[in-house]
């Protein structure tokens, strides 16, 4: 029966599908950690109090790429070159989502419109990011090479939407609302549509690597394409409601260190 647990089990199994999709979630959270990283250096002077929590969003972005570079040299593997079609965090960049990375390269600092275009960002990504890590410990947080990393994760993951939850509501309360909810639906609408892009070439590279008949292949695209037609039907709504979190500052103290992996 195809399942999740299945399918990642599947992955998980073969050092070469392995490797791939370490690879890929590697990439994308090291460069999660340099953009937060300049946007920390560049925000603006009045709101200077942001700045270590967007450092600490930097450093556990940062960490959770080491860690998945960790799991892939505990089994003998290198990464491998990222896929251009699997490269969700640069194909949001191209089409207009979040902080233009030419801005963040530069030395001007950022503007109140440009942290609230951020958050609202880091709003929509880290709800799938929190989803997402949310089904890999559901079925795998017991696992012996993968726990503690799904936890660790998973925990970060949940700290990042709430922080976005608690800042965004600070900054509606301040008067931006309006923008807030107008760059909350923009974002949600290009992710979702970004995401299946990318969940269909991952799956598609996977189905080469492990050599999935065609039937198979089918039948997860369209499983993919029926999660986009909910997510477009209204599902992207759950991206864009702000509600004061229950965990409160929750990027108030330093970043933890990554697990050792022997």
Known sequence: M???KSLFQEILDN???????????????SQGGWENGRIAVL??????DLAPKISRHGAD????????????????????????DTDYTMLLERHG??????????ESALTVQDVVTYLAHSRV???????????????????????????????DEDNHLAYCHEELLRFAAAGHGRAIQRTLRECALAEIRIYRDVSL?????????????????????????AVYAYERLGGWRRMVSLRMPERRDALGGPATAAPEFA
């Not at 925000?43 to 200077?48: A, L, S």
């Not at 989502?97 to 530069?106: R, S, V």
């Open 2 to 4: 195809l399942s999740a």
């Open 15 to 29: 050092d070469e599908s392995f490797r791939l999709f370490c690879s890929i979630a590697a990439s994308g959270e």
């Open 43 to 48: 925000v603006p002077p009045t709101e200077r």
């Open 61 to 84: 972005e940062d960490k959770h790429g080491r860690i998945f570079n960790a799991l892939l040299k505990k089994r003998g593997l290198e990464p491998v070159p990222v896929p251009a």
């Open 97 to 106: 989502i979040g902080l233009a990375h030419e801005k963040l390269k530069g």
């Open 125 to 155: 990504t880290e709800q799938r990011a929190s989803e997402q890590m949310d089904l890999l410990r559901k079925h795998f947080a017991d696992h012996p090479d993968l726990g503690r990393a799904v936890r660790m994760i998973s925990n």
């Open 201 to 225: 070439a991952v799956m598609a590279h996977m189905g080469r690597v492990l050599g999935w008949p065609r039937a198979r292949s089918a039948a997860l695209a369209a499983g993919i394409h």
